[in-house]
């Protein structure tokens, strides 16, 4: 897990190690450059597998024909160096590194299709002078490029690194001015500085003489699985493959943790480490898993210390408890979102504490339950799709509704009070099924939605594909990668199976949303190894920023005078006066909502962005 960063065309090496040393918080452990006048690849290294020189990269291959810069890791490394060495290959490193390169040199691009895993690597071919790129399925990794004058191109991890080779640095006012757009652009090319375009998830691509040609090797459609028909055995199906896919992500040679919520996916993941780990069922597994990290927002509604607690307890395992402290954090603002680059809906402040916590605690690997929420129907709006699916089967629609009750905070003012269940029912039941769920034309139009399969889908399968390829999910990922390598954190994420996302698209609706649950299937196969209390736990509230209660409590003062600074007012990215209306109205009113907050934060954030960002280069926008 590192930072990468490539130039094709004469760069000054120097200047190559400038902009490879932006990313050195994703590689804390180790740099190197390796430099031609035609080509240049620069490496930051965060050692997770063998932590040997023999690892270290740029590495080269076949008597130096291939040289690779790669960031990620390959699960599945030792299966595919046993079939490697079968067929005569031999290794000098006990690292997964060299085993994409002899992929690559036994199978071309096909070993992509072998990787179990997440990556964005480089190789370049001294032989064929063409550089090859590769982004996995998912795009859990990030990779972005930049083409210069004279052709030269140039890619990296981060935006960042072009920055001391451009001439300018500007902002994409269109998207960065344009709230509605934070959840879109993540799985698009376009990007928040100018110049710069996302290599997308599942493509790969060949750049020769100077011409970028890219193709999609990866189409989750492409690989449906066929479910068994009896819901016990999809359990057990999916109870094995998830078991399977943590094993594989727990071998490391350095200590392994999970950042544990006390939500369903979280508990699930170390309750699945737990098991793995009495039973001794993986190789090359990490010196201990047993470090559990716990965000905690005391006197907030926020807080679920409690609930990972029961996990913890429940498995036997300590729990190292990170009590998240805005102020601690609030004079490091500008560098989290120079770290973080782009835009999102909340603070980064619990988010980057909480990883800080990690690594200061001498862990570099977490696995977390990221991908459970849109793969298996975890959030509340969702639910409500699956009632074009129920149709007028009543029985089915009451219990897709009474999910979506069931699953809203009641305890607090932050979060909108609900009628009676049965009023809430008769509600939606009668009035939003009929005027709006069974009505066509409200499920977002999919980008793949004119394969042949996609319409194999039911109702909420479609809604749930979009969140997980298109808008929730790439966003996510982008958000957690920034978070956890600024910190020099890598963090592995077992749902994120190519195998296990493959069958969630394979499962019926009925599968996901069941007898009042939300993601069922998932609740049933971890039940053998969790406490009930959170299994059958119905509320979700999510790893947030408690942000209405720092707005009015430990932040307001920042609020305030970032509202009256004049660098705030003289800003060209966003509406100054309707900022301020937004922010002094959580500030003001007691009775300010948790999605006033948020957009209060939102609407301010292109500012915050613009200062730490641009101001950080010594742009203006």
């Known amino acids: ?13 120097e200047l190559a190690q400038v902009c490879t040393d932006t990313l050195a918080h994703r590689g804390p452990d180790g740099v190197g450059l390796w430099h031609t006048p035609e080509v240049t690849f620069g490496h930051r290294r965060l050692s997770i597998l063998d932590l040997s020189d023999n690892a ?81 399925r998912f795009g859990k990794k990030p990779l972005f490029y930049t083409v210069l004058p004279k052709k030269v191109f140039a890619f990296a991890s981060e935006m960042k690194a072009f920055f001391p080779l451009f001439a300018e640095v500007r902002p994409n006012k269109a ?56 819901y016990e055995d999809q359990v057990e199906q999916f109870r094995e493959l998830f078991l399977d896919a943590c094993r594989l992500r727990m071998r490391s ?43 905690s927002f005391p006197g907030t509604p926020l807080d679920e210390t409690k609930y990972a607690r029961m996990v913890t307890d429940h498995l036997g395992i300590a729990a190292t408890v990170i009590e998240i402290d805005p102020l601690q954090a609030i004079a490091d603002l500008d560098h989290y979102f120079y770290l973080f680059e782009d835009l999102y809906i909340t603070s980064p402040i619990p988010f980057m504490l909480t990883y800080g916590a990690v690594k200061a605690h001498g862990t570099s690997v977490t696995l977390d339950g ?3 929420d849109e793969l298996f129907a975890g959030y509340n709006f969702d639910y409500l799709v699956a009632l074009r699916d129920a149709g007028w089967n009543f029985k089915q629609a009451f219990e897709i509704v009474g999910t979506h009750y069931d699953g809203l905070p009641q305890n607090s003012a932050q979060f909108a009070k609900m009628p009676s269940k049965s009023l809430f029912i008769a509600e939606y039941h009668s009035r939003r099924m009929a005027r709006k769920f069974l009505l066509p034309g409200n499920i977002p139009i ?28 790439p966003t996510l990922l982008r958000n957690y990668d920034r978070y956890s390598m600024a910190n020099g954190v890598e963090i592995r994420m077992p749902f994120m199976d190519h195998r296990i996302v493959t069958l969630a698209f394979s499962l019926p609706w009925t599968s996901k949303v069941r007898r009042g649950f939300s993601k069922a299937i998932v609740r049933d196969a971890m039940a053998p190894y969790m406490p009930d209390e959170i299994t059958y736990r119905k509320t979700k509230i999510g790893f947030n920023s408690p942000i209405v209660d720092w707005m009015k409590g430990p932040l307001k003062g920042f609020f305030l005078d970032t509202l009256a600074s004049q660098s705030f007012k003289a800003s060209s990215l966003i509406d100054p006066q309707q900022v301020e209306l937004a922010v002094r109205y959580v500030i003001d009113n007691p009775d300010a909502k948790f ?3 948020e957009r209060a934060w939102s609407s301010l954030t292109p500012y915050l962005w613009e200062r730490a960002v641009f101001k950080h280069c010594g742009a203006s926008a």
């Open 370 to 372: 990221h991908g459970a």
């Open 446 to 473: 999919s980008k793949d939605a004119l394969h042949s399969m996609w319409h194999r889908l039911d109702h909420l399968n479609q809604q749930l594909y979009i969140s997980t390829h298109e808008t929730i999910l």
């Open 56 to 136: 270290k990269q740029p590495m080269s291959y076949a008597d130096g024909r291939y040289h690779i810069t790669f960031n990620g890791e390959i699960y599945n490394f030792l299966e595919i160096r046993a079939e490697l060495e079968a067929k005569g290959y031999q290794f000098h490193s006990q690292s997964d590194t060299e085993v994409v390169l002899s992929a690559f040199h036994a199978w071309g691009e096909a070993c992509q299709l072998r990787f179990n895993g997440m990556w964005a690597f480089a190789i370049w071919d001294t032989q064929e002078k063409s550089l090859f790129l590769s982004r996995d």
């Open 253 to 295: 040679d350095v200590p392994l943790g999970t950042a544990l919520s006390g939500g369903l996916d979280s508990s699930a993941t170390i309750s699945a480490m737990a098991h793995i780990a009495r039973h001794g069922k993986t190789q090359r597994m990490g010196e201990s898993w047993q470090h559990a990290f716990v965000a």
């Open 1 to 13: 897990m590192c930072g990468i960063f490539g130039h094709v065309g004469f760069v000054e090496p």
């Open 175 to 230: 998207l960065v001015m344009d709230a509605r757009r934070m959840f879109n652009y993540e799985a698009t090319d376009e990007c928040v500085v100018e110049g710069i375009k996302r290599f997308p998830a599942g493509h790969c691509g060949w750049l020769r003489e100077g011409k970028l040609a890219t193709r999609r090797w990866w189409n989750t459609l492409d690989h449906l699985v066929p479910a068994p028909a009896r």
């Open 595 to 597: 999605s006033d907050g």
